[in-house]
């Protein structure tokens, strides 16, 4: 499903798009947040961004990142599967980086599964690098996560 991406927006998320995002989250995880996980990083959580990519009026595409003082923790960030390939994951995180740059944060943060090659190699062409690694973070199978790091 190839499309120009003058029919795709980029926006700042509201709780109106939680539909979206959890069509998204269940499509892209195999242990996806739960709805009202989601609802508490809009309502409760005031260190939460998200940007969600709109094709027409489907959210095919989100990202959160957590900025606290100086520094911004991407939370998560996927695209529909139908939609991949096309570096709107890429678009997604500069958008979020830049974001993140002009609110304050020096350095940004992330956890990828150790297994998760793609990812890591838009990581790195972003600028992260690799800080460490998390033991048994995924819950379901006990993989380790890579944390990397930006300075932005």
Not at 68 to 85: K, S, W
Not at 132 to 138: A, E, P, S
Request: net charge negative; hydrophobic share 45%; charged share 25%.
């Amino acid at each position: 499903m190839r499309k120009s991406m003058m029919d795709i927006q980029l926006r700042k998320a509201t709780l109106a798009d939680l539909d979206g995002i959890m069509e998204v989250e269940v499509q892209s995880f195999t242990l996806p947040w739960s709805r009202e996980a989601f609802y508490n990083e809009f309502v409760v959580n005031h260190f939460a961004v998200y940007f969600v990519l709109e094709d027409k009026e489907r959210i095919i595409g989100y990202c959160g990142v957590w900025l606290v003082v100086d520094e911004a923790h991407i939370t998560n960030i996927a695209v529909l599967p139908e939609y991949r390939g096309q570096k709107l994951g890429e678009l997604l995180l500069r958008s979020m980086m830049e974001f993140a740059s002009e609110s304050g944060a020096k350095s940004m943060t992330l956890e990828v599964r150790v297994s998760n090659t793609i990812a890591q190699s838009l990581y790195k062409k972003l600028g992260f690098f690799e800080g460490g690694i998390r033991k048994n973070y995924y819950s379901d199978n006990q993989e380790d996560a890579l944390v990397m790091w930006v300075n932005l």
